[in-house]
């Protein structure tokens, strides 16, 4: 059975931090070579990639969140984290933790698109008030 659970969302205060993990179990990959990422969905837009990484450890952010979120993985026990800093009340959002198993390779500047990602968890909330 497919499992992918996030957690440690909650309520902040703009300028605070979070940290978001997400445990995948159940998941057979289809090659060595693979990525996870985090998405958001914030209030009234459309789902957006936020941050990605293979498994040889490459990353990629998109541009509002370079330099405050961190992404990490640890393959061996297909865990993935976000830790998030100088949280401001545009990052208010449902983050969601995604798990390819087809080949992915972070080598240019664009996050993997969602279409790549073959499951999602259910989200965990994230509120930054100002």
């Known amino acids: 059975q497919v499992q992918v659970v996030e957690s440690g969302g909650g309520s902040v205060q703009a300028g605070g931090s979070l940290a978001l993990s997400c445990v995948a179990s159940?998941?057979?990959?289809?090659?060595?070579?693979?990525?996870m990422g985090w998405f958001r969905q914030r209030p009234g837009k459309e789902r957006e990639g936020v941050a990605a990484?293979?498994?040889?450890?490459?990353?990629i952010y998109t541009n509002s969140v370079k330099g405050r979120f961190t992404i990490s993985a640890d393959n061996a026990k297909n865990t993935l984290n976000l830790e998030m800093n100088d949280l401001v009340p545009e990052d208010t959002a449902m983050y969601y933790c995604?798990?390819?198993?087809?080949?992915?390779?972070?080598?240019?500047?664009?996050?993997?698109?969602?279409?790549?990602?073959?499951?999602w968890g259910q989200g965990t909330q994230v509120t930054v008030s100002s």
């Open positions: 995604a798990v390819g198993t087809r080949y992915c390779r972070i080598g240019s500047a664009v996050l993997p698109q969602d279409t790549y990602y073959d499951f």
């Open positions: 159940g998941i057979n990959a289809k090659t060595d070579r693979t990525c």
């Open positions: 990484i293979d498994r040889y450890g490459t990353t």
